[in-house]
């Protein structure tokens, strides 16, 4: 059972930054695709942003754009989602997600894998 790990949400006010990271397997975290999904309560879990296994191609929601930033260093195993300016409809659960060998980002849960447990974003007013 493939797992990915996020991990660096909490509890920051309006206009303030977080960064999240996502671990996974030693062998074959370098060959996914990642993306960044979020769950807000009493909402569909919906696409925020994803990058390809080789770093090519980034993608991002509208509400994404201009404010967060997603990357991925395949030397430490690690992906990122950097966010900036933030604001309370941005609380929600935050999820990573991984697809095997893709050219190009999917922006649907179901061409994803591999699921972490998410962490929590909560941006208070």
């Known amino acids: 059972q493939v797992q990915l790990i996020e991990s660096g949400g909490g509890s920051v006010q309006t206009g303030d930054s977080l960064s999240l990271s996502c671990t996974g397997p030693?062998?074959?975290?370098?060959?996914?695709?990642i993306g960044w999904f979020r769950q807000a309560p009493g909402k569909e879990r919906e696409f925020v942003a994803g990058?390809?296994?080789?770093?090519?191609?980034?993608q991002y929601a509208d509400f994404a754009k201009a404010r967060f930033t997603v990357s991925k260093d395949n030397v430490k195993k690690t992906a990122y989602l950097q966010m900036n300016s933030l604001k309370p409809e941005d609380t929600a659960v935050y999820y990573c997600?991984?697809?095997?060998?893709?050219?190009?980002?999917?922006?649907?849960?179901?061409?994803?894998?591999?699921w972490g447990q998410g962490t929590q974003v909560t941006v208070s007013s």
């Open positions: 997600a991984g697809k095997e060998w893709r050219t190009q980002v999917h922006l649907t849960e179901g061409a994803y894998d591999y």
């Open positions: 030693e062998r074959t975290f370098n060959s996914y695709n």
């Open positions: 990058i390809t296994w080789t770093k090519s191609e980034q």
